[in-house]
């Protein structure tokens, strides 16, 4: 069974830029995407991007401009680098498998398996 | 973007009682919608894929039904552990996005 792992620095100072990693234990990168997905305190999900296993990412236009993720295949991991931050970035940050739809040409659909997140704050 | 809602926002019932959740999608998403539950301090758990497919070991209370912009989530006999956060999330077309959440709290 599948386990992901988020790991970070859980105080990042405005401006500067957070990064998180997300190691993918009892099961392979390959045939799936990889999403990172955040939740402010007392509020709903946010999508934040994917990377599909084959190097495609797609971000959330919201945040494109300061969003990379990126995949690490031979560690089994992969990483959110969002610069520029400010206290509307904190949140709980997730990542989770995004399966490839069944008979489909590749499309993302749902998210089977999150990690236990990651608290990450925003401040001076 | 496809917007979704969720009606209500708060439910609040007993156990044994038997409830819906709606979500709707401010575009057709066809039948590309997912529910999840998340309960405090933890991450969302997949229930619902496909708007109607129950994933594999969640209990048969749990129900979905929907297509186009409409969708239900129906829980047929509450459980002291069904009380929890109930998100629909749409993957038609990117970008993905979930639903506001229902919170379903004990009466």
């Known amino acids: 069974q599948v386990q992901l792992q988020e790991s970070g620095p859980g105080l990042v100072k405005p401006s500067e830029t957070l990064s998180l990693t997300c190691t993918v234990s009892?099961?392979?990168?390959?045939?799936?995407?990889w999403t990172w997905i955040r939740q402010p305190r007392g509020k709903g999900l946010e999508y934040i991007g994917y990377i599909f296993y084959s190097g495609t990412t797609n971000y959330n236009p919201s945040l494109k401009s300061r969003v990379t993720i990126s995949l690490d295949t031979p560690k089994n991991q992969f990483s959110l680098k969002l610069k520029s931050v400010t206290a509307a970035d904190t949140a709980v940050y997730y990542c989770?498998?995004?399966?490839?739809?069944?008979?489909?040409?590749?499309?993302?659909?749902?998210?089977?398996?999150w990690g236990q997140g990651i608290q990450v704050t925003v401040s001076s | 973007d496809i917007q979704l809602t969720q009606s209500p926002s708060t439910l609040s019932a007993s156990v044994g009682d038997r409830v819906t959740i709606t979500c709707r999608a401010s575009h057709s998403i066809s039948s590309w919608l997912a529910w999840y539950q998340q309960k405090p301090g933890k991450a969302p758990q997949l229930l619902i894929y496909k708007a109607s497919n129950l994933k594999s070991g969640v209990p048969s209370r749990f129900s979905a039904s929907g297509s186009g912009t409409a969708f239900t989530l129906t829980i047929s006999s509450l459980q002291p552990e069904d009380f929890a956060t109930y998100y629909c999330?749409?993957?038609?077309?990117?970008?993905?996005?979930f639903g506001p959440g229902t919170r379903l709290e004990i009466k």
């Open positions: 989770a498998r995004q399966i490839i739809v069944p008979a489909t040409v590749s499309s993302p659909g749902w998210m089977d398996s």
């Open positions: 999330y749409q993957y038609n077309s990117y970008f993905y996005t």
């Open positions: 009892g099961g392979s990168i390959n045939n799936f995407y």
